[in-house]
T-cell receptor
Framework: NAGVTQTPKFRVLKTGQSMTLLCAQDMNHEYMYWYRQDPGMGLRLIHYSVGEGTTAKGEVPDGYNVSRLKKQNFLLGLESAAPSQTSVYFCASSSGGNTEAFFGQGTRLTVV | GESVGLHLPTLSVQEGDNSIINCAYSNSASDYFIWYKQESGKGPQFIID?????DKRQGQRVTVLLNKTVKHLSLQIAATQPGDSAVYFCAEIGANDYKLSFGAGTTVTVRA
């Protein structure tokens, strides 16, 4: 049982490039979340999904898009990367609104 | 142990003492709360949770207290050990939108 897996673990992008971060969970969870964490700060919610085919904005959605075409996958896209998007990105999933969320190991993204 | 009612960004604790970490949450409609522990280079890990119809819950060496009147959450760690050194976050889930939102973390350092 792998839990929550994030791909890739590390990436360096040039300003203006695009990329997609993949989050996969094998726990049949309905809810999935994407966060960013900057040095010395907490986790800020980018987007989240409460079920296949649904997405919603979090606290800091600008510059990101997401898709939840399959229940087990939640994709985070950066259409035109900016240095301000340099961060560690975490994905999480949970079985419902009142249950614990499980986190992936993070993706460290650097935009130069 | 060391305890204040306000959130502190850092907490230094003598090994063997009790620790108390405080958190103020923002959404009076939140009905589920979680404490997470994050070690360097890793994703957050679940410690303990509490629902809004409770005011106290105990786990192994940890206790969570919830005061809905003042929107305050605390985590007590008994007999703090070196392995407890980490950043601790409280999180809340909104009853209506199911957003999992994190508070500012507290970095706990255990002194030998």
């Amino acid at each position: 049982n792998a839990g929550v897996t994030q791909t890739p673990k590390f990436r360096v992008l040039k300003t203006g490039q695009s990329m997609t971060l993949l989050c996969a969970q094998d726990m049949n969870h309905e809810y999935m979340y994407w966060y960013r964490q900057d040095p010395g700060m907490g986790l800020r919610l980018i987007h989240y999904s409460v079920g296949e085919g649904t997405t919603a904005k979090g606290e800091v959605p600008d510059g990101y898009n997401v898709s939840r075409l399959k229940k087990q996958n939640f994709l985070l896209g950066l259409e035109s990367a900016a240095p301000s998007q340099t961060s560690v990105y975490f994905c999480a999933s949970s079985s419902g609104g009142n249950t614990e969320a499980f986190f992936g190991q993070g993706t460290r993204l650097t935009v130069v | 142990g060391e305890s204040v009612g306000l959130h502190l960004p850092t907490l230094s604790v003598q090994e063997g003492d009790n620790s108390i970490i405080n958190c103020a949450y923002s959404n009076s409609a939140s009905d589920y709360f979680i404490w997470y522990k994050q070690e360097s280079g890793k994703g957050p890990q679940f410690i303990i949770d509490i629902r809004s119809n409770m005011d106290k819950r105990q786990g192994q060496r940890v206790t969570v207290l919830l005061n809905k009147t003042v929107k305050h959450l605390s985590l007590q760690i008994a007999a703090t050990q070196p392995g407890d050194s980490a950043v601790y976050f409280c999180a809340e889930i909104g009853a209506n939108d199911y957003k999992l939102s994190f508070g500012a973390g507290t970095t706990v350092t255990v002194r030998a």
